[in-house]
């Protein structure tokens, strides 16, 4: 079993407003925004990241933008493809403009700042797994 040296939440909200520059979730929303993408995160790279003995800035930032993305999704009119106000014209339809689950949308969104790291990989990986001996590499 993992020893968990990486402890909840991995990313703070002055961290998202003073390095990611973030300016779309209040604090108010971030911390449940931050806990989301973290449970995530940790989903598509197979819990590696609470293993590692810091988190890395590719997570950080991941997680701040899979969580801003959240936000802005969250503030949609659910089926409503397009809005025009002085007319007040509302178009309804697939919202999805590429097609994509939100859970694609996530892991792409997420792969951006973390497909060099070596996290996502599906197989072992040696600097990240299990180092009690169930693994050989």
């Known amino acids: 079993m993992l020893q968990e040296a990486i402890k909840s939440p991995y990313v703070s909200y002055e961290y998202y407003q003073q390095t990611f520059s973030g300016k779309t979730i ?35 930032m991941a997680i701040c933008a899979m969580a801003e993305y959240s936000c802005q999704e969250g503030k949609k009119t659910p089926g409503v493809r397009s809005e ?18 939100r859970s694609e949308e996530l892991y792409q969104i997420a792969s951006n700042y973390l497909m060099s790291t070596g996290l996502l990989f599906r197989g072992g990986v040696k600097r990240h797994d299990c180092k009690c001996g169930h693994h050989r590499f």
């Open 84 to 101: 025009n106000i002085d007319g007040y014209s509302v178009s309804y339809g697939d919202t999805g403009s590429s097609g994509k689950s």
């Open 26 to 60: 209040t604090e108010e929303e971030f911390s449940r925004l931050e806990f989301q993408a973290e449970a995530f995160l940790d989903r598509i790279t197979f819990g590696r990241v609470k293993g590692l003995p810091e988190i890395p800035e590719a997570v950080k």
